[in-house]
């Protein structure tokens, strides 16, 4: 016997039930079977389309909707719907005209009004979308729509106590949503409501969803302040942040060593005798330090001698064991791994060496043959790490060929980035491209630096908010309209890249951005190109290349950024010019040269360093560094500790061992762009009081790009370069 034949009737009911229990397969089938029977049957094209929709199948939903209107075409959802299926699919005007029709046939539709309000938005018309959002609320004061989007529609047009109001609101409805704290955060920002901002910020953290953006905005508020007590609340939260994956720990990392000073602040062990035991015992075991440890360099002089103390401690006492439980190897494996961030930059004694030798011949005397690591090889190899690589074991390629398994919790991150990742380094190295040839003796002389000390070494990529060149730089620069070309999709020239963290920045920030990235280290290089596939990032190409011979390059680029590089080079001028022959017509140029002003310390502790006949090499830094951290209170050599380039291996000899630099003043820099026939479009800065201070000093001048004008805000603070000049330029003749 055939089974029954359903109804048209019946099969709508089915797929009504399959639809309210989510199963969007089977109700879309049913649907579908309701309109091979009836094939204008509105309420199944109306809820096909809805299917669709969810499945952001716009064009189609679109289409059934129309069918269904062409039926009943008084039903106002459907017109709303229509809006919502066009707005998917791109067509804000036609989706405006659906919402408006929605309207006319029923004047207290509040999603329509609402809808209408974000298209409206949506095309720019910023007072007709306020006055649909206020009719929606007018109708229902709690829609959460359309408080979220008349929020964001206020924000963008500076009504910020307008804005932060509306979130407020919403956040009433919906205490959970992330992005609701975020932006409210954001605009307390823009008001100067600092530590409301921050606690937004918290709050949408604490909701579990937020994403790099709030990170981003608590961690540019934190950068500018310092803890004023030891607080827990914050200590959870900062451990939350270091715990968050896709995020810069950089910006909070001055904010959280402040706090752990200030935790152990009335601490004998901690301020006035540092003493090994406490470190060992109480200061490696904490939380924050561990996060520290592990995912930034330390910069901080004091807690720099308290860990070199302890480090002394572990090593000459040993551990008991791994698995003998009592030592504290979570805290030798952050300790190790601190010390691969800062490149071994701690000083260490004469029987420190000793010992050092014993345990490098026990390793690498290890017949691997017999097995994987025991305990003690592994005690062995933790307390080696952190003092060298485990990639410069002559045994290296057998520690790598152990199973990743078989290493104790432990050193699996120890294990990972000082043998894993160099030796994966040094495969890739062999990929990379060249062009041209290296000729130039100072280019030599620079990249065999380079090559010993790659440089910066990096953990996380610099997050910036994204968008398009254009977009980037009109909201950077009110005075300067980018051309339409930086609109995208843009090609970037990133002229000594190093190991990549500024291409794979800005990779990540730009939309459809292409990046070639060139230096003249293969090693940096190779760490570059680790990272990138690491992060998945397949929009940056790393060629070697001198850039006295850019030419040796394909193509022009839309954007040529070089920070950093020339003053390392044997002419800036000339490595500029070189620049610009890689530069489109209407491209836009970034530098960064060192402030002969922010440098004085530099200038200072260089001369030391040249009387006291010191190089470039590990144990000359060490030597010089210990000297300095340990100076007396007020002694002036003290100063370079306040850089934070002073506190590992590649950046301190950056920063004071340097083969070849220049300084330049920012009256150089005017004279070297009008030379060049270039326009200073204006600094960048990662320290907004910069900004602020000019715009105290010329309040008229909102263009911010007068180079004599800069120069009297540097007089001011003549420190306040000491990030480097970072400045945009362009041909004058542009545009
Ligand atoms: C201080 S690092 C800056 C790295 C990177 N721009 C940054 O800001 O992180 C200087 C880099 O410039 C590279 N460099 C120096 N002279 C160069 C040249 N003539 N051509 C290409 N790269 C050069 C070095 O190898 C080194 O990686």
């Not at 004061?141 to 929020?151: C, E, K, Q, T, V």
């Not at 451990?239 to 904010?255: C, I, N, P, R, S």
């Not at 002394?312 to 805290?331: F, K």
Request: overall charge negative; glycine content about 8%; hydrophobic content about 45%.
């Amino acid at each position: 016997m055939n089974p029954p034949v359903a109804t048209p009737g019946e099969l709508f009911e089915s797929a009504l039930a399959s639809h309210r229990a989510g199963d969007l397969e089977s109700a879309g089938r049913l649907y579908r079977q309701v309109l091979d029977l009836h094939p204008e049957q509105p309420d199944a094209l109306n809820l096909l389309a809805a299917i669709d929709m969810e499945c952001e199948h716009y064009a189609s939903a679109a289409d059934l909707l129309r069918r269904a209107i062409a039926v009943s075409g008084s039903v106002p959802q459907y017109h709303c719907n229509l809006g919502n299926a066009l707005q998917g699919a791109g067509g804000l005007p036609a989706a405006a005209a659906a919402y408006r029709r929605a309207i006319e046939l029923q004047p207290d539709y509040v999603d329509a009004h609402s809808s209408l309000g974000f298209t409206l938005a949506r095309m720019g018309e910023a007072s007709a979308a306020v006055a649909c959002l206020d009719a929606a609320l007018a109708i229902d004061p709690d829609h959460f729509f359309a408080l979220n989007n008349l929020g964001d529609v206020l924000s963008e047009r500076g009504d910020l106590d307008g804005a932060a109001d509306l979130y407020r609101r919403a956040i009433g409805i919906a205490p959970n949503v992330a992005e609701l704290h975020t932006k409210l955060g954001v605009v307390l920002r823009e008001q100067g409501r600092l530590p409301e901002a921050v606690e937004s910020l918290l709050a949408a953290i604490d909701t579990g969803d937020a994403e790099a953006i709030a990170y981003w905005t608590l961690g540019s508020l934190l950068r500018r302040s310092l803890p004023a007590a030891y607080d827990p609340e914050l200590e959870r939260h900062l451990l939350g942040f270091f715990a968050a994956t896709g995020v810069d720990h950089v910006d909070v990392v001055e904010f959280a060593t402040e706090l752990v000073k200030l935790k152990y602040a009335e601490d004998d062990g901690f301020t006035a005798r540092p003493d090994p035991e406490f470190v060992v015992h109480t200061l490696l075991r904490d939380p924050l330090v561990q996060a520290l440890l592990i995912h930034s360099v330390v910069g901080d002089a004091h807690l720099e001698i308290l860990l070199t103390r302890g480090r002394r401690r572990l090593l000459l006492d040993g551990i008991d064991g791994i698995g003998g439980g009592q030592a504290p190897v979570g805290a030798i494996s952050a300790l190790a791994l601190q010390c691969l961030n800062n490149e071994y930059v701690y000083s260490l004694e004469e029987d420190e060496r000793a010992r050092l030798v014993a345990l490098k011949s026990a390793i690498e005397s290890h017949d691997f043959r017999e097995g994987e690591p025991d305990a003690e090889l592994q005690r062995t190899i933790l307390l080696f790490s952190m003092y060298e690589p485990l990639a410069g074991l002559s045994c290296a390629a057998r520690l790598a060929a152990v199973p990743r398994t078989a290493w104790h919790e432990a050193l699996a991150s120890v294990v990972r980035r000082g043998l894993h990742e160099p030796l994966q380094e040094a495969m890739l190295a062999a990929e990379i491209p060249a062009a041209g040839r290296l000729e130039d003796p100072v280019s030599r002389a620079v990249k065999a630096q380079y090559e010993d000390n790659p440089y910066p070494r990096w953990m996380t990529p610099a997050y910036r908010p994204p968008g398009n060149l254009h977009g980037i730089l009109a909201g950077t620069f009110p005075g300067f309209a980018p051309p339409d070309i930086l609109r995208g999709p843009v090609r970037v020239l990133v002229v000594g890249c190093g190991t990549g963290h500024h291409p794979i920045s800005i990779a990540m920030r730009y939309d459809n951005a292409e990046v070639v990235a060139t230096d003249i280290s293969r090693r940096s290089l190779a760490y570059g190109m680790r990272m990138a596939r690491e992060l998945n990032v397949g929009n940056v190409r790393f060629v070697e290349n001198d850039l006295l011979n850019l030419a040796a390059l394909d193509g022009e680029f839309h954007a040529v950024e070089c920070v950093g590089v020339l003053h390392h080079t044997r002419s800036i001028e000339i490595g500029l010019r070189g620049l610009l022959e890689k530069l489109h017509a209407d491209g836009v140029l970034k530098i960064g040269l060192y402030s002969a002003s922010a440098r004085e310390p530099v200038a200072d502790a260089r001369e030391r360093i040249e009387a006291l006949g010191l190089t470039g090499e590990g144990d000359d830094i060490r030597r010089f560094r210990q000297a300095t951290l340990e100076a007396a209170e007020g002694d002036p050599r003290r100063r370079i500790l306040e850089y934070g380039d002073f506190y590992s291996m590649s950046n301190c000899r950056d920063l004071l061992f340097h083969v070849h630099e220049q300084n330049v003043t920012i009256a150089a820099i005017r004279e070297l762009l009008r030379g060049l026939g270039l326009r200073f479009i204006g600094f960048e800065s990662a320290d907004p009081t910069l900004a602020e201070e000019y715009g105290r000093l010329f309040p008229e001048d909102r263009g911010m790009d007068d180079l004599s004008r800069w120069e009297i805000v540097e007089e001011e603070d003549p420190g306040a370069f000491a990030g480097l000049y970072q400045f945009w330029c362009t041909r004058e003749a542009a545009g």
